[in-house]
């Protein structure tokens, strides 16, 4: 079921991001429902172990426990999280039907050489399984980096562009990072 509508006006995003330093145990997700219009619409909070398997379930965990049928896209501030946690946007695409945005910010050459070094096949063969980034250059005249699932490119872009008031990050990102960034500091 394809619950994304670009031409939408309530089209609601629930954007997640994360907040940890290498020393911290975990890593705090925030999520954040924000509409088109930029009115946040809810907020919701999970943690991930830091350098462990589990971003792609607490993701998943996160959307089943707002209980909400009106989300039409999840944005995700990057797909490898909190030292090599690697989120599958494919995977949570097909699990819940919801299109996936995930966005970097910078060119690189991936993490190859980096992840290559760890004991843990696994994460190799999670990262392996990423889809190359394609770059989007914004109305800002920024480039971001994007990688998406159950949705074209194009609708893709035009919700990007339609989310970047100033710079390169998409509100509903900009939000949730202050939101995590707040909620670890104030935990610590």
């Not at 909070?45 to 959307?63: Q, R």
Request: charged residues 25%; positive net charge; glycine residues 8%.
């Amino acid at each position: 079921m394809v619950r994304f509508h670009n031409n939408k006006k309530g089209i609601r995003i629930l954007a997640i991001a994360e907040s940890f330093q290498k020393q911290d145990r975990k890593s705090i997700l925030a999520g954040i429902v924000m509409r088109r219009d930029l009115v946040v619409d809810g907020i919701i909070y999970a943690d991930t172990i830091v350098g462990g398997n589990d971003g792609t379930n607490k993701v998943l965990s996160m959307i089943d426990s707002l209980g909400r049928t009106d989300i039409n896209c999840v944005l995700l501030g990057g797909l490898i999280i909190s030292l090599f946690n690697i989120i599958s946007g494919k995977h949570i695409n097909e699990i819940t039907g919801i299109p996936v945005i995930a966005i970097s910010y910078r060119r690189s050459s991936g993490l190859k050489s980096s992840i290559h070094g760890m004991p843990q096949y696994q994460k190799i063969k999670d990262y392996l399984k990423l889809e190359e980034r394609k770059p989007l250059r914004l109305w800002t005249g920024k480039t971001i980096y994007v990688r998406h699932w159950g949705l074209e490119f194009s609708d893709a872009s035009n919700l990007l562009n339609s989310l970047v008031i100033q710079g390169a990050k998409p509100e509903p990102l900009r939000v949730a990072t202050l939101a995590a960034r707040a909620y670890r500091n104030y935990s610590r």
